[in-house]
Protein backbone atom coordinates (compact mmCIF):
# COMPACT_ATOMS: atom_id res chain seq x y z
CA UNK A 1 0.00 0.00 0.00
CA UNK A 2 1.63 3.52 -1.03
CA UNK A 3 1.95 6.87 0.80
CA UNK A 4 0.80 10.05 -0.36
CA UNK A 5 2.44 13.07 1.11
CA UNK A 6 0.48 16.70 0.69
CA UNK A 7 2.59 19.03 2.40
CA UNK A 8 5.91 19.20 0.94
CA UNK A 9 7.56 21.50 3.97
CA UNK A 10 10.11 20.26 6.65
CA UNK A 11 8.17 17.07 8.08
CA UNK A 12 6.51 16.80 5.06
CA UNK A 13 9.58 16.33 3.06
CA UNK A 14 11.82 14.58 5.74
CA UNK A 15 9.27 12.14 6.10
CA UNK A 16 9.02 11.60 2.10
CA UNK A 17 12.27 10.59 1.84
CA UNK A 18 13.21 8.57 4.82
CA UNK A 19 10.22 6.29 3.47
CA UNK A 20 11.36 6.18 -0.17
CA UNK A 21 15.04 5.11 0.68
CA UNK A 22 13.75 2.29 2.91
CA UNK A 23 11.56 1.38 -0.57
CA UNK A 24 8.68 2.04 0.77
CA UNK A 25 6.27 3.37 -1.66
CA UNK A 26 5.50 7.14 -1.12
CA UNK A 27 4.19 9.79 -3.53
CA UNK A 28 4.10 13.98 -3.43
CA UNK A 29 1.04 15.48 -4.16
CA UNK A 30 1.68 19.32 -5.43
CA UNK A 31 -1.20 22.02 -5.30
CA UNK A 32 -1.22 22.70 -9.03
CA UNK A 33 0.81 21.36 -11.78
CA UNK A 34 3.19 24.77 -12.00
CA UNK A 35 4.69 23.08 -8.52
CA UNK A 36 4.75 19.98 -10.45
CA UNK A 37 6.89 21.33 -13.11
CA UNK A 38 9.15 22.81 -11.23
CA UNK A 39 9.51 19.76 -9.08
CA UNK A 40 10.40 18.14 -12.08
CA UNK A 41 12.99 20.15 -12.76
CA UNK A 42 14.64 19.43 -9.61
CA UNK A 43 14.59 15.99 -9.87
CA UNK A 44 13.71 15.14 -6.89
CA UNK A 45 13.73 16.17 -3.20
CA UNK A 46 17.42 16.81 -1.30
CA UNK A 47 17.92 15.80 1.82
CA UNK A 48 20.35 17.26 4.17
CA UNK A 49 21.92 15.11 7.01
CA UNK A 50 25.05 16.31 9.52
CA UNK A 51 26.49 18.42 5.98
CA UNK A 52 26.14 15.75 3.56
CA UNK A 53 23.07 16.06 0.84
CA UNK A 54 21.66 13.30 -1.13
CA UNK A 55 19.16 13.67 -3.88
CA UNK A 56 15.76 10.97 -3.74
CA UNK A 57 13.94 11.24 -7.03
CA UNK A 58 10.47 10.67 -5.26
CA UNK A 59 7.38 10.42 -7.35
CA UNK A 60 4.96 13.20 -7.77
CA UNK A 61 1.44 14.30 -9.13
CA UNK A 62 -0.95 17.09 -8.84
CA UNK A 63 -4.02 17.45 -6.92
CA UNK A 64 -5.72 17.37 -10.37
CA UNK A 65 -4.56 13.31 -10.15
CA UNK A 66 -7.35 10.93 -9.90
CA UNK A 67 -5.48 7.87 -8.66
CA UNK A 68 -6.71 6.56 -5.42
CA UNK A 69 -5.36 7.43 -1.96
CA UNK A 70 -5.06 4.67 1.06
CA UNK A 71 -2.75 6.01 2.91
CA UNK A 72 -2.34 10.23 3.74
CA UNK A 73 0.37 12.44 5.57
CA UNK A 74 -1.30 15.60 5.59
CA UNK A 75 1.69 17.82 7.05
CA UNK A 76 0.20 21.32 5.61
CA UNK A 77 -0.19 24.38 8.39
CA UNK A 78 -2.61 24.27 10.23
CA UNK A 79 -4.39 26.51 8.98
CA UNK A 80 -4.45 25.12 5.12
CA UNK A 81 -5.42 21.21 6.70
CA UNK A 82 -9.29 21.51 6.03
CA UNK A 83 -8.61 22.90 2.51
CA UNK A 84 -5.73 20.76 1.74
CA UNK A 85 -8.03 17.62 2.52
CA UNK A 86 -11.02 18.88 0.93
CA UNK A 87 -9.05 19.33 -2.36
CA UNK A 88 -8.30 15.53 -2.20
CA UNK A 89 -11.14 14.08 -0.01
CA UNK A 90 -12.97 12.65 -2.99
CA UNK A 91 -9.64 10.43 -3.73
CA UNK A 92 -9.94 8.83 0.04
CA UNK A 93 -10.81 5.33 -0.55
CA UNK A 94 -13.01 3.83 1.88
CA UNK A 95 -11.29 1.95 4.25
CA UNK A 96 -8.33 5.18 3.95
CA UNK A 97 -5.76 6.24 7.14
CA UNK A 98 -4.79 10.03 7.08
CA UNK A 99 -1.73 11.25 10.17
CA UNK A 100 -2.36 14.28 11.05
CA UNK A 101 1.02 16.52 11.64
CA UNK A 102 -0.18 19.61 12.27
CA UNK A 103 0.89 22.03 15.15
CA UNK A 104 -1.48 22.56 17.96
CA UNK A 105 -4.95 21.42 17.95
CA UNK A 106 -7.96 22.35 16.55
CA UNK A 107 -7.12 21.18 12.96
CA UNK A 108 -8.00 17.87 13.72
CA UNK A 109 -11.29 17.92 14.20
CA UNK A 110 -11.94 20.62 11.08
CA UNK A 111 -10.30 17.57 9.15
CA UNK A 112 -11.94 14.36 10.94
CA UNK A 113 -15.30 16.48 10.58
CA UNK A 114 -14.50 16.39 6.58
CA UNK A 115 -13.72 12.43 6.89
CA UNK A 116 -16.98 10.56 8.35
CA UNK A 117 -16.05 6.82 8.53
CA UNK A 118 -12.31 7.69 7.77
CA UNK A 119 -9.31 6.59 10.09
CA UNK A 120 -7.71 10.16 11.46
CA UNK A 121 -4.62 9.35 13.64
CA UNK A 122 -3.10 12.81 14.79
CA UNK A 123 0.36 13.04 15.61
CA UNK A 124 3.06 14.99 17.11
CA UNK A 125 6.61 15.37 16.61
CA UNK A 126 9.67 16.26 18.30
CA UNK A 127 11.95 16.13 15.29
CA UNK A 128 13.42 19.37 13.63
CA UNK A 129 13.88 20.36 10.34
CA UNK A 130 13.69 23.17 7.93
CA UNK A 131 14.29 23.97 4.30
CA UNK A 132 16.70 26.08 3.30
CA UNK A 133 15.69 26.30 -0.19
CA UNK A 134 13.55 25.23 -2.91
CA UNK A 135 12.76 21.24 -2.57
CA UNK A 136 15.96 20.99 -0.07
CA UNK A 137 14.77 19.77 3.41
CA UNK A 138 17.71 19.32 6.11
CA UNK A 139 17.25 17.29 8.92
CA UNK A 140 18.70 19.37 12.39
CA UNK A 141 17.77 17.42 14.98
CA UNK A 142 16.94 13.84 15.88
CA UNK A 143 13.20 13.55 17.77
CA UNK A 144 10.51 11.11 18.33
CA UNK A 145 6.92 11.54 16.58
CA UNK A 146 4.14 10.08 18.53
CA UNK A 147 1.13 8.83 16.86
CA UNK A 148 -2.20 7.35 17.95
CA UNK A 149 -6.13 7.11 17.80
CA UNK A 150 -8.42 9.39 19.69
CA UNK A 151 -11.19 6.88 18.93
CA UNK A 152 -8.60 3.95 20.90
CA UNK A 153 -8.65 1.73 18.33
CA UNK A 154 -5.30 -1.04 17.65
CA UNK A 155 -2.02 0.10 16.12
CA UNK A 156 -1.80 -0.23 12.26
CA UNK A 157 0.23 -2.47 10.90
CA UNK A 158 2.00 0.16 8.74
CA UNK A 159 3.70 1.25 11.77
CA UNK A 160 6.52 -1.15 10.50
CA UNK A 161 7.28 0.79 7.60
CA UNK A 162 8.34 3.93 9.91
CA UNK A 163 10.51 1.10 11.67
CA UNK A 164 12.26 0.56 8.71
CA UNK A 165 12.17 3.99 7.45
CA UNK A 166 14.45 4.92 10.73
CA UNK A 167 11.25 7.34 11.73
CA UNK A 168 11.09 7.28 15.50
CA UNK A 169 8.09 6.82 16.84
CA UNK A 170 5.89 5.21 19.62
CA UNK A 171 2.02 4.69 19.42
CA UNK A 172 0.32 6.17 21.80
CA UNK A 173 -2.64 5.21 23.83
CA UNK A 174 -3.65 8.79 24.98
CA UNK A 175 -2.53 11.02 21.80
CA UNK A 176 -5.10 14.42 22.86
CA UNK A 177 -2.81 14.02 26.23
CA UNK A 178 0.35 14.43 23.86
CA UNK A 179 -0.92 17.10 21.81
CA UNK A 180 -2.37 19.46 24.26
CA UNK A 181 1.26 19.28 26.08
CA UNK A 182 2.95 19.85 23.21
CA UNK A 183 0.39 22.92 22.53
CA UNK A 184 1.30 24.22 25.96
CA UNK A 185 5.04 23.95 25.30
CA UNK A 186 4.53 25.83 22.39
CA UNK A 187 2.22 28.48 23.82
CA UNK A 188 4.88 29.18 26.36
CA UNK A 189 7.96 29.54 23.98
CA UNK A 190 7.19 30.26 20.34
CA UNK A 191 5.62 33.58 21.28
CA UNK A 192 8.27 34.57 23.87
CA UNK A 193 10.52 34.22 21.09
CA UNK A 194 8.73 36.11 18.52
CA UNK A 195 7.89 39.35 20.58
CA UNK A 196 11.75 39.31 22.48
CA UNK A 197 13.31 38.54 18.95
CA UNK A 198 15.14 35.59 19.97
CA UNK A 199 16.25 32.26 19.99
CA UNK A 200 14.99 29.47 22.15
CA UNK A 201 17.98 29.48 24.65
CA UNK A 202 17.51 33.69 25.31
CA UNK A 203 14.51 33.40 26.79
CA UNK A 204 16.41 32.30 30.18
CA UNK A 205 16.47 35.69 29.96
CA UNK A 206 12.86 36.10 30.62
CA UNK A 207 12.29 33.31 33.70
CA UNK A 208 9.74 35.09 35.19
CA UNK A 209 7.45 35.46 32.19
CA UNK A 210 7.60 31.57 30.90
CA UNK A 211 7.00 30.55 34.57
CA UNK A 212 4.02 32.71 34.25
CA UNK A 213 3.19 31.53 31.52
CA UNK A 214 3.63 27.34 32.44
CA UNK A 215 1.50 28.44 35.20
CA UNK A 216 -1.81 29.15 33.90
CA UNK A 217 -0.81 26.33 31.20
CA UNK A 218 -1.05 24.11 33.93
CA UNK A 219 -4.58 25.44 35.15
CA UNK A 220 -5.91 25.40 31.41
CA UNK A 221 -4.95 22.20 30.95
CA UNK A 222 -6.25 20.69 34.52
CA UNK A 223 -9.34 22.89 33.62
CA UNK A 224 -9.75 20.71 30.39
CA UNK A 225 -9.33 17.30 31.89
CA UNK A 226 -6.02 17.10 31.18
CA UNK A 227 -4.37 16.54 34.26
CA UNK A 228 -1.66 14.60 33.53
CA UNK A 229 -0.47 16.79 30.87
CA UNK A 230 -0.32 19.28 33.14
CA UNK A 231 1.73 17.73 35.41
CA UNK A 232 5.80 18.73 35.79
CA UNK A 233 4.77 21.28 33.05
CA UNK A 234 7.57 23.83 34.35
CA UNK A 235 10.68 21.47 34.39
CA UNK A 236 9.73 19.86 31.55
CA UNK A 237 9.20 23.38 29.31
CA UNK A 238 12.84 24.91 30.69
CA UNK A 239 14.30 21.21 29.87
CA UNK A 240 12.69 21.62 26.16
CA UNK A 241 14.20 25.30 26.06
CA UNK A 242 17.48 24.19 26.72
CA UNK A 243 17.69 21.12 24.68
CA UNK A 244 16.69 23.77 21.75
CA UNK A 245 18.69 26.19 23.06
CA UNK A 246 20.01 27.11 19.74
CA UNK A 247 17.41 27.17 17.41
CA UNK A 248 14.27 29.48 16.50
CA UNK A 249 10.93 28.52 17.23
CA UNK A 250 8.80 27.56 14.07
CA UNK A 251 6.99 31.04 15.17
CA UNK A 252 10.19 33.08 14.84
CA UNK A 253 11.09 31.53 11.64
CA UNK A 254 7.70 32.11 10.40
CA UNK A 255 8.01 35.75 10.87
CA UNK A 256 11.43 36.18 9.88
CA UNK A 257 10.25 34.95 6.37
CA UNK A 258 7.09 37.14 6.44
CA UNK A 259 4.99 33.83 6.52
CA UNK A 260 1.47 33.50 8.19
CA UNK A 261 1.41 31.73 11.91
CA UNK A 262 -0.29 29.21 13.81
CA UNK A 263 -1.49 31.46 15.87
CA UNK A 264 -5.41 30.33 15.45
CA UNK A 265 -4.24 27.17 16.60
CA UNK A 266 -1.86 28.04 19.46
CA UNK A 267 -2.34 30.72 21.52
CA UNK A 268 -6.03 31.40 19.91
CA UNK A 269 -7.15 27.77 20.46
CA UNK A 270 -5.36 27.81 24.16
CA UNK A 271 -7.30 31.03 24.98
CA UNK A 272 -10.45 29.77 23.59
CA UNK A 273 -10.09 26.76 25.56
CA UNK A 274 -10.04 28.80 28.74
CA UNK A 275 -13.07 30.63 27.96
CA UNK A 276 -15.50 27.83 27.29
CA UNK A 277 -13.48 26.19 30.77
CA UNK A 278 -14.80 29.79 32.77
CA UNK A 279 -10.98 30.32 33.59
CA UNK A 280 -9.46 33.61 33.80
CA UNK A 281 -5.84 33.21 32.92
CA UNK A 282 -4.90 37.30 32.22
CA UNK A 283 -1.65 36.41 31.01
CA UNK A 284 -2.42 34.13 28.64
CA UNK A 285 -5.00 36.75 26.92
CA UNK A 286 -2.54 39.67 27.61
CA UNK A 287 0.28 37.40 25.13
CA UNK A 288 -2.20 36.47 22.90
CA UNK A 289 -3.13 40.12 22.20
CA UNK A 290 0.30 41.78 22.35
CA UNK A 291 1.35 38.89 19.49
CA UNK A 292 -1.56 39.95 17.55
CA UNK A 293 -0.68 43.60 17.65
CA UNK A 294 2.89 42.08 16.64
CA UNK A 295 1.52 40.31 13.50
CA UNK A 296 -0.03 43.40 12.78
CA UNK A 297 2.89 45.47 12.60
CA UNK A 298 4.53 43.29 10.49
CA UNK A 299 1.64 43.18 7.87
CA UNK A 300 0.54 39.28 8.86
CA UNK A 301 -2.70 38.00 9.86
CA UNK A 302 -3.61 38.10 13.37
CA UNK A 303 -5.23 34.73 13.14
Known amino acids: MSWHVLGAGSLGSLWACRLFRADVQVQLVLRDPRRLTAYRQASGLTLVEQGHSHLYPIPASDLQDSAPIERLLLACKAY ?3 E ?18 Q ?8 VAQQLPG ?3 LPASSTEGAFR ?10 QGHTWIGDPCGAAAPAWLQELERSQIPHTWSADILARLWRKLAFNCAINPLTVLHGCRNGE ?3 YHEQVDALCTELAELLIGCGQVEAAQKLHSEVWRVIEATAANYSSMYQDVA ?9 LLGYACAAGERALLQLPQLKALHQRLQEHL ?3 GLPRY
Open 296 to 298: DGH
Open 103 to 110: NGLGSQDE
Open 203 to 205: LVR
Open 257 to 265: AGRRTEISY
Open 132 to 141: DGDWRVVFAG
Open 80 to 82: DAA
Open 84 to 101: AIAAVAHRLTPAAEVVLL
Open 118 to 120: RRC
